[in-house]
């Protein structure tokens, strides 16, 4: 799993410690020797085996082997995963009469587990998308327990054939189109050795935009359908930007260009979404000035995470004037404060300060005419008499 491969592993009632041992290294908790699970009301008395109606509801996972509707039969033991892990999934869980204890023992004051504390098939999935599923009963998988979607669709998403989506096409520039500035222009360097003509030590293709600028960003996303062995559109309303220096300035919610509908029955979740998985937002540029990225994840249970941070162009390759970035675009940008000569030419904020420029200015002139036209008449009257 560390090299980003998926494991699927089968127990039965007499789960060995080896089996444990695995099942414990990624979070799973396998129940005590011994114990099954047991259902005095949902049973299948001709094969042995419960018949569990916990079934995830995720569509990415199951398809349609989905939902409360598909009957699951069961035979082997239960296990639980903390409710804290925000790795895993719960593929299939107890009904809420099942219980997992040892058969023809007293069960005591409280079952093991009860309930849907009572997992009986569970995945987990690494911070790099390598899954692991662990499922309690080998005989779930063969042909006369029936259960032949349900075990098809888990075996897809374990495999990496369900709930995989992807990114393309990274874009982003001002509303109107215009794309940012360049830091320093490529520039052709005379025939002269390189110590005479140093770089400077800061990135020649930097893309800078302005405080309060009418940002636009887009990107595409793509989910693996496993039936047509293609990539499709992908349709969520969830996905989100953000605009990050250290911390978000900005959050918002990307719009996708599809729509999803209800797919036919047996058909992936995505097989029935208009649009070609394009998700884009617009928004202002923060009043606040220096290095930002934009950033983009999105992790959901069942799904493969999302991850659009580093996605960085080729040395030599510059945004030609008037076009958008490529997919390749830079996501690390520079936001510049105003230019001296782009500053409105009267600020409202300043006005105070107007104002007492102004009366200063006032202030002057009336006292240097006072002070060169007008005389002490006392002192003069003071000096005749004398």
Not at 191 to 201: A, I, V, Y
Not at 268 to 289: C, E, I, L, R, W
Request: aromatic share 10%; hydrophobic share 40%; proline share 7%.
């Amino acid at each position: 799993m560390k090299s980003g491969g998926n494991v699927l592993v089968a127990g039965a009632a007499k789960t060995g410690d080896v089996v444990r041992h695995l099942a414990a290294e990624v979070g799973v908790d396998v129940d005590k020797k011994g114990s099954q699970v047991l259902d005095n009301v949902s049973y299948d008395a001709k094969l042995g085996a419960v018949v569990s109606y916990g079934a995830s509801p995720l569509l990415h996972v199951l398809h349609s082997a989905a939902g409360p509707e598909t009957p699951v039969r069961f035979q082997g033991i239960g296990h639980s995963i903390d409710a804290s892990n925000h790795l895993a999934v719960k593929i299939l869980e107890g009904n809420p009469t099942s219980f997992s204890a040892k058969p023809g023992e007293a069960t005591g004051e409280k079952p093991e587990s009860i309930g849907p504390d009572t997992l009986l098939a569970s995945g987990l999935q690494g911070h790099n998308n390598a899954r692991f599923v662990f499922c309690g009963s080998l005989p779930l998988f063969s042909d006369a327990f029936h259960n032949e979607d349900f075990a098809l669709q888990m075996a897809k998403w374990a495999f990496a054939e369900n709930g995989i989506i992807r990114f393309a096409n990274v874009t982003h520039s001002r509303v109107d189109g215009s794309p940012p500035e360049l830091l320093l222009k490529q520039k052709e360097k005379p025939d002269l050795p390189k110590s005479l003509f140093p770089d400077p030590e800061i990135t020649r293709n930097s893309l800078v935009y302005r405080i309060k600028d009418m940002l636009y960003y887009e990107v595409t996303i793509n989910t693996w359908d496993g039936d047509a062995q293609a990539w499709a559109p992908f349709h969520a309303e969830d996905v989100q930007l953000e605009f990050v220096m250290l911390d978000p300035y900005i959050r918002t919610t990307l719009t996708s260009d599809g729509e999803a509908h209800k797919p036919p029955s047996g058909r992936p979740p995505n097989d029935h979404v208009s649009g070609d998985g394009k998700f884009s937002t617009s928004f202002m540029a923060p009043d606040k000035y220096g290095i930002f990225k934009f950033k983009l994840l999105y992790r959901r249970p069942g799904l493969s995470t999302l991850h659009v941070e580093k996605v960085r162009p080729p040395v030599d390759e510059i945004w030609e004037e008037g076009e958008r970035r490529s997919s390749r675009a830079l996501l690390v940008v520079s936001v510049r404060p105003f230019k001296h000569n782009e500053y409105e030419r009267y600020i409202t904020s300043a006005y105070p300060y107007y104002t007492a420029a102004f009366v200063l200015m006032a202030a002057v002139t009336v006292f240097s005419f006072l002070f060169l036209f007008t005389e002490d008449k006392t002192v003069l009257s003071k000096t005749h008499r004398d």
